[in-house]
Structures are given as structure tokens and as C-alpha cells.
């Protein structure tokens, strides 16, 4: 029961029940596939969402560690009382080069056959920027800069779409802004190097480095690949049932539109094209369903500035069916131990999410 309804509705208080989004079966199956994140790769948090890119309702939301709410006492680490998802920010690496990308595809200043001549390295205001391997690849094409997930090839899609064009579209994606979710303690992303005059900002943000932003507002961004180009409003409030037999639906519907239906459709079988014969070699595709997705693997900033050698974060995101998507499913895990990339931590964990979904909800195969 509540008695205050000032966040949600004007008007004078009433008593009554919230009744959420969150559907208990995929918060079980979601928890279990974190905690075995964390057991097998000792991280420090791995989190995730289950959220319908379409309209933002969340299935599920989890982080663990976590509490017991009923032991709060038994907690030995304050810090497990914040919500990872909406009150932290984390620079979430290669997950993000799909906004940019698509950037450039609404801009039309590339296409998915555009090509450019990877040297393995390009040097950007006296920085060097390499691949995560170093090594050069040729002649290569849009496709394949999400297939490898080449750096040098988000600096050439970052030369060809412009610094200022750059900004306004992840400006308008909302990474440096409050999704407003029905949820306490939201904070904001840091984006404030996208103002910088330097080239370089622009590059680095194009991978998901230099630039922190929240788990949610990540997840808002990322549905507008699949869902059409419209910016969803993320939220966990159903309706609200009064003690007085009224009840009341909020209007979650968003017409904010960031990129145009084509591109939605171009990115998005860019990123089924990655799942069909990029991730893990192809050996994990759905042969009756199209799932479009990217992995993340960034390097985690030190206190004492730069970036540890050996630690990072690794993230996930899927939506599926590909062209009317359902779900997407988007996982993270902060410093495991004993892999250094999130194809070999986060892949299976998001499968077999997938593949849980599917069946649980029965969804038709699409191809």
C-alpha cells in the first residue's frame, strides 16, 4: 500500500496499490543468469534489464550483489543499497558504436557497404587509437567495423558524420539526461566531452569511452535501433489501483522520435548480420529467430587517472524478433576475473535469457 501519489499523478493524496510492469518468472530467470555471472567470473556487479523496447515496460530488473530486504542489517556493504541501473554511470564501451553508426546511417553520410582502408591505428590529436587487436585489416566495410568491432573504423564513421552531428544525435538519444523512470534516485550520464573542441572526444565516444552514462538510460537509447527510431520511456508503474475501487493507467506513449524507420531497419540488420556470423564465429545464432546484438568490452577508468591495463567492464544488449522486437535484454559486469572480452562472459548468459523469453512468451519464429 502507498499514500502518496505526488511523484505520480496531481491532485490530493489516496491510498491504494502500485501494480507493476515487472513480471515475477523473468526477475527469478534474470537474477539466477546474474548470480551465475558472478560466481563464475568473480566480478564486482553484474546487472541487467528485461525491458519491451516499444513501449518501456520493464520485465525485470536486477543487481547483484544485492540484500535481503527483510535482514538489511545482515548487509556487510552499504554500497548494495543503490540501484547499479539508474544511480551509477559507467562508460560502457563497444555496445555504444551501434548509436553511432546508426548516427551516420540516418545522416546518410555512409551506408553498410561504405568502406575504408583499416590500418589498425589512426592518430587523433597525437593519441593513438587502435583496434582492441592492433592489427590492420584492409579494405572493410561498415558491416564488418560492427562485426570486428574496429575502433579505427568508429573513427572513420566519426570523421564522416562530424563532431557537432555526433553530439546532437547522442544529445538526442538522451545519454546525458534523466529518462525519468518511475524510480528513485536517478542520476544523469556525463557526456561534457562532447563539448570539447578536440576530435579525439568525439572518436573515443564513439566506442563508449570518455563519456559515462546510467544502465537505463543506455537501454532507452539502445531500443531505439530496433523499435523504429522512437525514444521510449522507460518505467516499472502498470496502474494504480485506489482503495476507493478507481484506477488510474499512466501514459507512458513517446513520440520522440530519433531516427528515421529505414535506418532503424538498416542498423538493425546490421546487428543480426553480427549475431549470424560474428558472435562467438556464428556458432550461437537462433536459426528461426533474428536477434540483433553487440558486446562491450571497456577499459575501467583509474582513480589515479587513465584507465586500468587490466580491468574492465564488459556489456550486452539483444533485442529480438530483430524487425518487431519484443524484448531487449541488456547485461553488464564490472572487473571479471579471467576474461578479458564479453563475447566469452556475457554471450551465454544472454542466450539462454533469450532463449527462455522465447519460449515462455511463445514467440512465433520470424524467419
Not at 592489427?135 to 568508429?154: I, T
Amino acid at each position: 500500500m502507498f499514500s502518496d501519489l505526488s511523484r505520480l499523478f496531481e491532485g490530493e493524496r489516496a491510498d491504494g496499490d502500485i501494480v507493476t510492469t515487472i513480471e515475477p518468472t523473468v526477475q527469478s530467470e534474470l537474477e539466477r543468469a546474474l548470480v551465475s555471472v558472478e560466481k563464475k567470473w568473480r566480478s564486482d556487479t553484474t546487472a541487467g534489464i528485461i525491458m519491451d523496447p516499444r513501449t518501456g515496460e520493464i520485465y525485470a530488473m536486477a543487481a547483484t550483489p544485492s540484500f535481503d530486504p527483510n535482514q538489511i542489517a545482515a548487509a556487510k556493504d552499504a554500497s548494495v543499497f543503490s540501484n547499479p541501473l539508474i544511480e551509477r554511470v559507467y562508460e560502457m564501451g563497444s555496445i555504444i558504436k551501434p548509436l553511432a553508426m546508426a548516427a551516420a546511417l540516418d545522416a546518410e553520410v555512409i551506408t553498410p557497404k561504405t568502406t575504408y582502408d583499416d590500418t589498425g591505428y589512426v592518430i587523433v590529436n597525437t593519441a593513438r587509437i587502435s583496434n582492441f587487436d592492433g592489427r590492420a585489416r584492409g579494405v572493410v566495410s561498415m558491416q564488418r567495423v560492427l562485426g570486428e568491432s574496429l575502433n579505427v573504423g568508429m573513427a572513420f564513421v566519426t570523421r564522416k558524420l562530424g563532431n557537432d552531428s555526433l553530439t546532437s544525435y547522442f544529445k538526442a538519444f538522451g545519454l546525458g539526461e534523466e529518462t525519468g523512470i518511475d524510480v528513485p534516485g536517478e542520476i544523469p550520464g556525463l557526456i561534457s566531452n562532447l563539448g570539447s573542441p578536440r576530435d579525439v572526444e568525439h572518436v573515443t565516444a564513439s566506442f563508449g569511452q570518455g563519456i559515462a552514462i546510467t544502465p537505463i538510460s543506455t537501454v532507452r537509447a539502445l531500443s531505439a535501433l530496433g523499435n523504429g527510431g522512437i525514444l521510449p520511456n522507460p518505467h516499472i508503474v502498470r496502474r494504480i489501483d485506489y482503495v476507493s475501487g478507481v484506477s488510474k493507467t499512466p501514459s507512458y506513449k513517446s513520440e520522440n522520435r530519433v531516427l528515421s524507420t529505414a535506418t532503424s531497419e538498416t542498423i538493425s540488420r546490421m546487428l543480426v548480420e553480427v549475431v549470424d556470423t560474428s558472435l562467438l564465429g556464428g556458432t550461437v545464432k537462433l536459426p528461426h529467430y533474428s536477434i540483433a546484438a553487440k558486446t562491450g568490452t571497456a577499459q575501467i577508468p583509474s582513480p589515479d587517472g587513465g584507465y586500468y591495463k587490466d580491468r574492465y567492464l564488459h556489456s550486452f544488449f539483444g533485442y529480438f524478433p530483430a524487425f518487431e522486437p519484443r524484448f531487449i535484454v541488456f547485461l553488464f559486469t564490472v572487473y571479471p576475473k579471467g576474461a578479458e572480452y564479453a563475447s566469452h562472459t556475457l554471450t551465454y548468459p544472454f542466450m539462454d535469457l533469450a532463449k527462455f523469453l522465447i519460449h515462455y512468451y511463445d514467440i512465433a519464429p520470424d524467419r
